[in-house]
């Protein structure tokens, strides 16, 4: 086949055929195709776009692309979750225990990612817990999800090649917002991962790829839909990501949010969110009714098996569970700073994406694959939407490893509270779930 007559098809908006689009992953996955006709061919789609058909294929093709993940020794149905990417989003660490702990027999084998630019990654979460490792082979992952129930490792440099260097095109041209390429993307991955059940958090708002509600919605009919073309049981929940998920935005700060929800002593949105994330999962898996979904997963954040089970999988991945069940034990950077109210008032909103962008300056996050990154950085939001805060009350604290980096945050999150004199509105966090 010949490349640039498969791109000029594209660009003039026609369909390519099964044998096409296989041509185009199976080049970009083994590098016989050049990076600038890839390229060229991801912005002829994000100008054009992609039928259904097309992107469904495009998907099973990269799913493909390189190993898969056989969970047939995992006993039960495998149930999985994804996140689009938002600011402070930690719901894995909740969500996927209590689904564990629950007791239905179902089971969360769940491959993650890093973190790049201003959205954590859960990896880099979890290896703020010292000793906590990812990189795990296949027998030892599969033997941890049949005795705790859970675990979250590292995706393999063999899982989707084509998406790898796709993706790493799409970054540096601008041609991430590409409905198609980002649910073709989400699914390859979550498709050769395994699982029967696949429950999707799609978020809209500043601190999200999507802006608009319709916009995610309309993503998560597509992701949905290609997940039912290719046998698999597809759930969505559309979210708010406006404001920042929780009090906490950094790794290991994060990890302390979680802990905090599960053993009870933090609620709101994320103890909100993560429940219902918990509840969808046991409830696409054919555990039961979604009302008595719910109840279990009540249960088992009430009772504390939740935080229980998130210890063992610590512990079985050879991190320390005495971080899990006594979180100051984390140490915290002691370059630190108090950003303060300059009037009274009612805290109206916060800008999550400029608190993502001041979290990565701080440390928490990188601006490269391989970048490190401090995982005691980052910010806990003092005060949140809905709560006042009296003239030089603390908004936020900032945590670093240098006072350089403390300014370029101070100034980052220089307009990113607003106050007002009447206490604001309530909002929703789930906007709507499909299913």
């Known amino acids: ?41 991801l912005m002829a789609v994000c100008f054009t776009g992609m039928s259904d058909e097309e992107t469904a294929q495009f998907t099973a093709c990269m799913a493909h692309s390189g190993e898969t993940v056989d ?18 989003d930690k719901t894995t660490l909740i ?51 049949n005795r705790v129930g859970v675990c979250v490792a590292g995706q393999t440099k063999s899982l989707v090649p084509a998406d790898k260097r796709l993706y790493a095109l799409r970054d540096v041209t601008a041609t991430v917002d590409s409905a198609p390429l980002i649910a073709a993307s989400v699914m390859s991955k979550k498709l050769a991962g395994g699982s029967d059940v696949i429950v999707l958090d799609v978020k809209y708002g500043s601190g999200a790829f999507m802006k608009t509600a319709e916009e995610a919605e309309s993503l998560a009919l597509r992701m949905a839909d290609i997940g039912k073309r290719l046998g698999k049981r597809v759930s969505a929940l559309i979210t708010d990501m406006h404001v920042p998920l929780g009090r906490a935005v950094g790794n290991a700060l994060e990890v302390q949010e979680a802990c905090a929800v599960l053993s009870g002593r933090a609620g709101g949105p994320l103890a909100e969110l993560s429940a219902a994330l918990a509840t969808e999962m046991l409830f696409a898996a054919g555990a039961d009714s979604r009302t008595v979904c719910a109840d279990r997963i009540s249960s088992a954040l009430r009772s504390g098996r939740g935080l229980e089970k998130l210890a063992e999988m610590v512990e079985a991945q050879g991190g320390d569970p ?18 303060y109210a300059p009037s009274d008032g009612w805290v109206a909103a916060t800008d999550a994406l400029a608190v993502g962008r001041a979290a990565c300056a701080l440390g928490a996050g990188r601006s490269s694959k391989d970048a490190p990154i401090d995982h005691a950085a980052g910010i806990l939001l003092e005060r949140v939407r809905g709560e006042y805060v009296r003239s030089g009350g603390a908004l936020a604290t900032l945590f670093a490893d240098s006072i350089e980096r403390l300014d370029e945050a101070e100034a980052l999150l220089a307009d990113a509270f607003r106050l007002q004199d009447k206490k604001p509105q309530p909002t929703k966090t789930i906007y709507k779930t499909i299913c």
Request: hydrophobic fraction near 40%.
């Open 1 to 41: 086949m010949n490349m640039v007559a498969l791109i000029e098809k594209k660009k003039h908006g026609d369909a390519l055929d099964n044998a096409e689009i296989e041509y185009i992953v199976r080049g970009a996955a083994d590098g016989t195709i050049p990076d600038y006709q890839l390229a060229a061919f």
């Open 322 to 339: 005495a971080y899990i069940r006594n979180p100051v034990r984390f140490p915290q950077s002691q370059v630190r700073r108090t950003l």
């Open 95 to 145: 969500a996927c225990p209590l689904v564990a702990a629950a007791d239905c027999g179902v089971r969360v084998a769940k491959l993650s990612g890093r973190g790049l630019g201003f959205t954590g990654g859960t990896i880099d979460k979890l290896e703020s817990i010292p000793g906590l490792r990812t990189d795990l082979d296949a027998d030892t992952f599969i033997g941890i999800v």
């Open 71 to 88: 969970l047939s020794a995992v006993n039960g149905t495998k149930a999985d979750k994804h996140s689009t990417g938002g600011i402070g």
